[in-house]
């Protein structure tokens, strides 16, 4: 069942550009794993430093295989070093989908 993680973080703006390097990192791995459909960043038009987190994984188990990848580790680090918190993340199982015309 193919599954999606949406939800938000927070940076201090002050480090949201040292922080996009990594980001981009993140981005290019994720997106190359087996299993990943979506995996993308935004920062909140509004809310500086809130960044917008939403990703489509084919099922659980490319998900499960995704949070142990080897990248994960770097981007942790960088995430703690530069004061990313505020993790609020949620995982949702599509029972079905349609296009919205």
């Not at 809130?50 to 770097?74: G, Q, S, T, Y």
Request: with cysteine.
């Amino acid at each position: 069942m193919k599954v999606i993680i949406a939800g938000t973080v927070s940076v201090p703006p002050e480090n949201v550009e040292k922080l996009r390097p990594h980001m981009h990192t993140m981005l290019a791995a994720s997106r190359a794993e087996d299993g990943c459909e979506t995996y993308s960043y935004g920062f909140d038009a509004k809310e500086p430093g809130l960044v917008r987190i939403f990703e489509i994984w084919r099922d659980r188990e490319a998900l499960n295989a995704h949070i142990k990848a080897p990248h994960m580790a770097p981007w942790r680090a960088a995430g703690a070093e530069l004061g990313v918190s505020d993790r609020r993340l949620s995982l949702y199982e599509v029972a079905s989908e349609t296009p919205l015309a």
